[in-house]
């Protein structure tokens, strides 16, 4: 979950590892700002149902996300729109993340501490790139 982000983001490698259809990608056109420091094109999103569940009850929605072909330590990215669409409200303290279910009561989803640190030692491995500074001398 991304709170910072516009879109909702599905990365290439897990549509393909979900096996699903290509028939079901639908023409985009635009990119992403600032998405994984820099600008990425988009050509396609997928409407996916999505399911959120707790030990008691859960909660489906569809979900738009563009696809993006790049690496990534996550599946996937849910921001602004779906959490907005849930009326979720993210425990970033306690690696929770609450929304109303269908009955009336509360769905608790939680984060695996131990799977949260490895992706997010990954994406900082991933953001840090090679940076060559070309220094001009003054006439």
């Known amino acids: 979950m991304d709170q910072r982000s516009s879109a909702d983001v599905i990365f290439w490698g897990t549509f393909t590892s979900l096996q699903l259809s290509p028939n079901q990608l639908r023409p985009y056109n635009g990119c992403l700002a600032g998405f994984a420091g820099d600008q990425v094109e988009v050509r396609v999103y997928v409407e996916l149902r999505t399911t959120f569940s707790d030990e008691s009850t859960t909660r489906t929605i569809t979900i738009r996300y563009i696809v993006v072909n790049t690496s990534s330590a996550y599946n996937l990215l849910l921001g602004r729109p779906s959490l907005n669409k849930l009326g979720a409200v993210a425990l970033t303290a306690h690696m929770k993340m609450k929304l109303p279910s269908p009955k009336g009561g509360v769905i608790t989803i939680k984060s695996d501490q ?25 006439e």
Not at 115 to 135: D, M, P, W
Request: charged share 25%.
């Open 114 to 138: 131990k799977t949260t640190q490895k992706c997010y030692e990954s994406s900082l491995k991933n953001q840090r790139g090679t940076y060559t500074i070309a220094i001009q001398a003054r």
